[in-house]
C-alpha cells in the first residue's frame, strides 16, 4: 500500500471567471453526467493567464469531484482543445503512468468502499466536501500492471451489463404496455 501523495501530484482545480471569446474549456460538474460521463456541450471558456498554466490539464489527469454526495473520480475527457478543472475538482496526476494506470486509481478511487470511507471524512453541513488532505493520505495497493488492467476490464464489462440489464427491462416493458393497450 502506497499513499495517493507518493504515487501521484494532488492540486485543486482554479477559478477562473469565464470569458466568451477564449479557447480554454473550464470544467465543472455539470458537464459530466451521474455516471462520470462527458457531456459535450460545454458553454464554459476562460483565459489561462501565464501564471495558472500549471493548472492546465494533460491527457488522463483524474479529476475527484471534491464537493457535493457524490464524490466520483473522472478520467479527463479527450478533446482537442485545452483544459482546465474548477475548484469543484481536485486534479489528480500520476506520476508513472507506466506501473500505474489513471484508470486503476480511478476505479479504485470509485469502488463503494472507498466511497463509503470518503462519506465518513466528508466536511460540511450542506454540501459535503472531501479535502486535498484526505486524498494525500488514502492509502492505495498497485498491483501488478497486468492486475490493474484486469480490474479496468472487469469494471468494463460490469457497466456494460448493467446497461445491458436496463435496455432488456426496458425492451420488457415496452413489449407489455404494448401486449395490455392492444388487449383493451
Known sequence: MVQLKDIATIQTGVYIKPSP???????????FDK???????????????????????SSKDLLFAAKG?????????ETNKACVASPSFIVIRIKNKEKILPEYVAWYLNSPII?????????????????????EDLEIPIPSIERQKAYIELDQLQK?????????????????????????
Do not use: W
Request: aromatic share 6%.
Open 115 to 135: 466511497q463509503n470511507l470518503f462519506a465518513s471524512h466528508a466536511l460540511g453541513s450542506a454540501i459535503k466536501s472531501i479535502t486535498k488532505n484526505v486524498l
Open 21 to 31: 471569446n477564449s479557447e480554454t474549456l473550464y470544467l465543472q460538474l455539470s458537464d
Open 160 to 184: 456494460r451489463e448493467q446497461n445491458l440489464y436496463k435496455a432488456i427491462a426496458e425492451k420488457h416493458k415496452q413489449i407489455l404496455d404494448y401486449k395490455m393497450i392492444k388487449n383493451i
Open 69 to 77: 454526495n457524490k464524490n466520483i473520480c473522472i478520467i479527463t475527457p
Open 35 to 57: 455516471d462520470g460521463n462527458f457531456i459535450d456541450r460545454i458553454v464554459s471558456y476562460v483565459s489561462i493567464p501565464e501564471k495558472n498554466n500549471k493548472h492546465l490539464l
